[in-house]
């Protein structure tokens, strides 16, 4: 990671002081603002307003929400129902990624353990930094297994750049470090790879515009910012040579939720030809779930964040409305991507075909199959 990230860390937790400050990620790209959370209610508004946002990043701001409750909690059955209720509200608070529902309830179980308030939080601390440091170490494995796909790439090309297009973010903002679709392109950039990324503005809330340009600026990763219409149109001229994006949620059959507008670039990317990586650590991946289309919950956000756009406009950022003012909006979050649309799946564990087999024999403890963890695939 380059310099700058350390100092812009998403997320950063002090159980001594029961401080967990966030990076607000609504202000980037045109400011840093971090904020503190102080009670486990902060934390609810942080993940549904999008202040922390990415699958990795919200389980792991949640599950620091529950050691926020377990410190205020009281003693006794009285403490124990209000943690369980703020647990409950903790996970509710955006439907789609399943991190945040798992790593709360491995948290929630951690606290509920003990008796006594005290060690309840300090079980939850403990339970949210392992949480923590087991997805930043995930993020980081991605890298190392989609590393050689970039190298293949490369080879032959004399030092002519690898095209790669990915939509939203999912980078190291999206995850504590490194990120998931993000992390075999750092990889691959450290390696000397010479890398060009297109970067899909990723509308409604432009999150790619906003967030991953920011982080391949910082780390010095040629990128161009491209409208997400125009993904289609690169690869038609052969100007994109892979395609990887991340998943808020994956199922056992392979299909995958992500970013609305996901589908529509996997769609492009098989009548074209080109390879559709999704980059995910296993706990993304949802193995009581079989069918995507049917069985992921998409959520629907404020039709506001489609009517209105943010930006800077030369002396700070203003806020516009860009349809007439009483055009109703729709704003699902998510689309599902088709098992059969995907190339392969980059995972902490290795690269696996997005199929049922092959995803039980390399997860098998996350979906419900025979065989040991890091199986080949």
């Known amino acids: 990671m380059n310099a700058g990230a350390s100092r812009t860390r998403p997320i950063r937790c002090d159980a001594q002081s029961g401080r967990v400050v966030v990076l607000d990620q609504r202000r980037l790209p045109h400011e840093t603002v971090f904020r503190t959370l102080a009670t486990a209610a902060e934390a609810v508004a ?15 701001t949640g599950a620091w929400g529950v050691f926020l ?26 439907p789609t ?29 403990a339970e949210a930094a392992a949480i923590e440091a087991e997805e930043i170490e995930a993020c980081r494995r991605i890298g190392v297994h989609g ?18 297009l990915t939509h939203c973010n999912a980078g190291r903002l999206a995850c504590v ?15 000397g790879i010479a890398l060009h990324v297109w970067v899909d503005e990723t509308r409604p809330l432009n999150q790619g515009a906003r967030l991953t340009a920011w982080e391949l600026a910082e780390a010095g990763i040629p990128h161009t910012l491209i409208p997400d219409n125009a993904a289609g149109h690169l690869m038609q001229r052969g100007r994109v040579d892979l395609v990887i994006v991340g998943t808020d949620r994956t199922t056992a059959a392979g299909d995958v939720a992500n970013k609305i507008g996901t589908y529509l670039k996997a769609l492009a990317a098989r009548d074209n030809g080109v390879p559709f990586y999704v980059a995910l650590p296993a706990s993304s991946l949802d193995g ?17 964040e489609v009517r209105w756009v943010e930006g800077w406009d030369g002396r700070g950022t203003a806020r516009v409305r860009i349809c007439p003012e009483k055009t109703p909006a729709a704003n699902f979050a998510f689309d599902v991507t088709p098992a059969r649309l995907i190339t392969g799946l980059i995972t902490d564990r290795g690269l696996c075909r997005p199929d049922p087999e092959a ?19």
């Open 147 to 164: 590393l050689p796909l970039l190298e293949a790439l490369a080879a032959g090309r004399r030092g002519a750049p690898v095209n790669v």
């Open 177 to 191: 470090e490194h990120g998931t679709a993000t992390a075999p392109l750092y990889a691959a950039h450290q390696a």
């Open 288 to 304: 009581s779930l079989a069918d995507g289309i049917a069985d992921i919950p998409i959520e629907e956000r404020d039709p506001e």
């Open 69 to 94: 409750a377990a410190r205020q909690a009281v003693a006794g059955p009285a403490g124990r129902r209000e943690l369980e209720e703020a647990a409950a509200a903790l996970a509710a608070a955006r």
């Open 46 to 60: 942080a993940i549904r307003t999008l202040t922390v946002r990415g699958a990795p990043l919200i389980g792991v």
């Open 359 to 377: 995803i039980r024999r390399l997860f098998p403890d996350e979906a419900g199959g025979a065989g040991a963890p890091g199986a080949p695939c």
């Open 97 to 125: 990624a399943v991190n945040l529902r798992r790593a709360v309830g491995r948290t929630l179980k951690a606290a509920l353990a003990a008796e006594s308030p005290a060690e309840r939080a300090r079980r939850a601390a």
